[in-house]
């Protein structure tokens, strides 16, 4: 069973493409929990709907891929324009003027765009391991990148990020990625969901998704340079997947504040969820004081 | 105008926060006996509950505090009614898919005592209270008492070799929290007493279970939450109740949720078998308000009840009873000295091996495998064991009085 059901559900239609969002709550404070790599969908944030829905309006939805979201194979649909469009139309749909996006890993790129292309709906940002080109990906995932098209035989490691392989040993594929994604020891429960959400989408959709051009170091650099609301940055420094690095830089390149979580993998959301549901609640209070004095 | 209060400490009296939790019924009773020995010793002492159904209704007619707080609570109750299917629940992996419940009513008990206002918080099985202030021990508030009646999730053989992985590795954890952080807990406290517990490991290379609790608890004794009734009281408990001297009573529960219905069919098949060596045999099915007794089958000399007020008279006064493998009801049954059959239900590892152990420290109850009994079996069991004498242990009727003395010194 759920621990809160939303007390609104939707879903909006763009060239053809159906997303399910969900509203979580009340309020003219609102939370937009954005969605990341389609491989999960939005019941990763589930740890963190029921405490901030009693403190603010919570909008969460699935992007194209996975949760309540068409399954498409067509990648234009995963571009990264296309993207940003969702969460925009996501907001439009649910009468959300403006919010603060929190997003995690691969959807920093989409916080970031919307942020820097729509400035006026986004009141702040909470960043948590985001993965995005902002500093050069770890030495492993960058080799393996270069071999993603390619066959391999018995790929190990990081190789198994690799479209061949996605498509022969999917659900292996997702226990090692999730394995990496949770270093932290105890981390059975959490490693599970993920797989089991993995299991919800098919690895087609995975490889439309990477054929997707992806952002350059500029175009993200030039987004930082835009963002004119308060940003927080978490990220483990035991993240397997987005090195420390990336949080440093974004944080300094928006102007934000940056919280590291010794120890911590790639998910600190679902594997030290009391403490990043605190963060998420105290920056989005700061920011709620904020427009009070400015109204 | 906006007004604020602030007592100075030393006009503050001293408070509690009682959190009792809500999955089967028998924690409600037991930390009322609790809270009410410890009133006696620390007459001053304000306890409020964070609570949810059904343990509010407990509370409710207790006239008892429930702070305001408790109507966000996410229901754990109706979380396990939704795992379980026919006679079984696997409760290790309901309780692992509890985990947005537990943090969810984890927030709000953390709001509750960063207000400051309780001097200690009394958990009785409250998991997510002693996991998270172990995971963030920055935000204990407060002395923290635990109370449990089972150490160890030990896997069921239907798990397989995962299982076992899986119930070392939350052992393993909780092991190296309490090592890490023995400050989290300032008293633990055992229901029972270390023959209790069951003779096992916490998973390869991990310690005995005995032997670790040993270490880290203090026992208090079972607590029923009860007097036990003398023989008189039981005697005019059965005339009140109608059951006659020359029937013999037979009362078949299987508690408050919809778990349980298989069970009954199978037990009201036995009925009428058993019925034919023994005449004088009366069935009485309490089949709570979640099963409709309309589909069920009816015979001369059985009755269906949706509810029974007061159902521990009728426990305690009837001469056999049959019921599910909760520790509450069986230990109840023991107290009372009524004899009983009971079926764990299947997958429940603190039913099947857990609460088993200590009935059968007491000598109490007939274990019943729900898988291979069929009703030609149960109508035996009545048969033989209806009305016969029984030599359980006694129970103790001491354990709210010493947890009580054992909480109030650390209050």
């Known amino acids: 069973m759920r621990a809160s059901y939303p007390d609104h559900v939707g879903t909006v239609e763009r060239e053809g493409v159906r997303l399910g969002y969900e509203v979580f709550g009340e309020g003219d404070r609102t939370l937009l929990l954005l969605p990341t790599w389609t491989i ?89 391991g985001p993965s995005l080109p902002i500093t050069p990906p770890t030495a492993v995932r960058a080799e393996s990148a270069e071999a993603f098209w390619l066959e391999h035989d018995d790929p190990q490691g990081w190789d198994k990020y690799n479209a061949h392989y996605w498509q022969t040993n999917y659900e292996d594929f997702a226990e090692f990625f999730f394995t990496m994604c949770f270093p932290e020891p105890h981390s059975t429960k959490q490693r599970e969901d993920c797989v089991g959400w993995a299991l919800e989408t098919m690895p087609e959709v995975l490889v439309a998704k990477a054929s997707v051009d992806a952002v350059n170091h500029e175009t993200v650099l030039d987004w930082c340079s835009r963002v004119t609301s308060p940003v927080l940055v978490i990220h483990g420094d035991d993240d397997r997947l987005s090195p420390l690095s990336r949080a440093r830089q974004l944080a300094e390149a928006t102007g934000g504040s940056l919280v590291i979580v010794e120890g911590g993998g790639h998910i600190p959301l679902a594997r030290d969820p009391i403490v990043v549901n605190r963060m998420i609640k105290d920056f989005a209070s700061r920011i709620a004081v904020r427009q009070d004095e400015l109204a | 105008m906006r007004q604020h209060k602030w007592t100075r400490g030393l006009n503050r009296r001293k408070r509690a926060l009682y959190i009792s939790s809500p999955i089967g019924l028998g924690h409600a009773q037991r930390d009322l006996a609790i809270a009410k020995e410890l009133k006696k010793l620390e007459p001053d002492l304000e306890i409020d509950w964070l609570a949810q159904d059904p343990v509010t209704r407990v509370l409710e007619a207790e006239g008892e505090t429930i702070h305001p707080a408790s109507e966000w609570l996410a229901s754990e109750s109706a979380h396990i009614a939704s795992e379980a299917t026919g006679h079984d629940l696997h409760c290790f992996q309901a309780l692992r898919r509890m985990d947005e419940i537990l943090v969810a009513n984890f927030m709000i008990f953390q709001e509750v005592m960063e207000e400051g206002l309780y001097d200690v918080s009394l958990g009785d099985e409250a998991w997510d209270i002693d996991h998270f202030w172990h995971e963030n021990p920055e935000l204990k508030r407060g002395d923290h008492v635990w109370m449990t009646d089972f150490v160890g999730f030990l896997p069921m053989p239907s798990g397989g070799s995962h299982e076992e992985y899986l119930t070392a590795d939350y052992n393993a954890e909780m092991i190296e929290h309490i090592a890490r952080y023995p400050r989290i807990r300032d008293l633990a406290l055992f229901v029972g007493s270390p023959d209790d517990i069951v003779p096992e490991v916490f998973g390869p290379g991990l310690p005995k279970i005995r032997d670790w609790t040993e270490e880290h608890f203090q026992f208090t004794g079972y607590i029923t939450g009860f007097e036990p009734p003398t023989d008189d009281e039981l005697a005019s ?55 409709d007794p309309a589909g069920l089958p009816a015979h001369d000399g059985l009755e269906y009840h949706g509810y029974v007020h007061g159902l521990y008279r009728h426990l305690a006064a009837c001469d056999l009873a049959i019921v599910q493998g909760g520790l509450t009801t069986t230990m109840e049954l023991a107290a009372t000295r009524t004899p009983f059959l009971y079926f764990p239900l299947r997958n429940h ?47 103790e009727t001491d354990g709210a009085t010493n947890a009580a003395a054992m909480i109030a010194d650390i209050i």
Not at chain 1, 111 to 122: K, N, T
Not at chain 2, 253 to 264: A, E, K, Y
């Open chain 2, 349 to 395: 590892f603190e039913q099947n091996y857990h609460v088993r152990h200590r009935l059968d420290r007491y000598r109490a109850g007939r274990y019943m495998d729900y898988e291979v009994t069929d009703p030609e079996a149960i109508g035996a069991e009545i048969i033989s064991r209806a009305g016969a004498p029984v030599d359980y242990l006694e129970v």
């Open chain 1, 40 to 128: 999960i969908h939005s019941r990763f944030w589930k740890l963190q709907v029921p405490y901030l829905a009693r403190h603010f309006r919570v909008v969460t939805y699935d992007a194209p891929g996975n949760g309540q979201s068409d399954r498409s194979v067509d990648p234009e649909i995963y571009s990264l324009d296309a993207q940003a469009s969702y969460a925009i139309d996501i907001m439009d749909a649910t009468s959300t003027a403006e919010a603060t996006l929190v997003s995690l890993s691969m959807g920093s790129m989409w916080s970031l765009s919307v942020a820097a292309e729509y400035p006026d709906r986004v009141l702040g940002q909470v960043f948590i």
């Open chain 2, 237 to 291: 408990w059965r005339s009140q109740l109608g059951y006659r001297e020359d029937e013999k009573v037979c009362v078949v529960t299987v508690g408050g949720s919809g778990v349980g219905r298989d069970l009954l069919e199978k037990v009201i098949a036995a009925y009428p078998l058993a019925k034919r060596s023994m005449p004088e045999l009366r069935m009485v099915v309490v089949a709570g308000p979640r099963i």
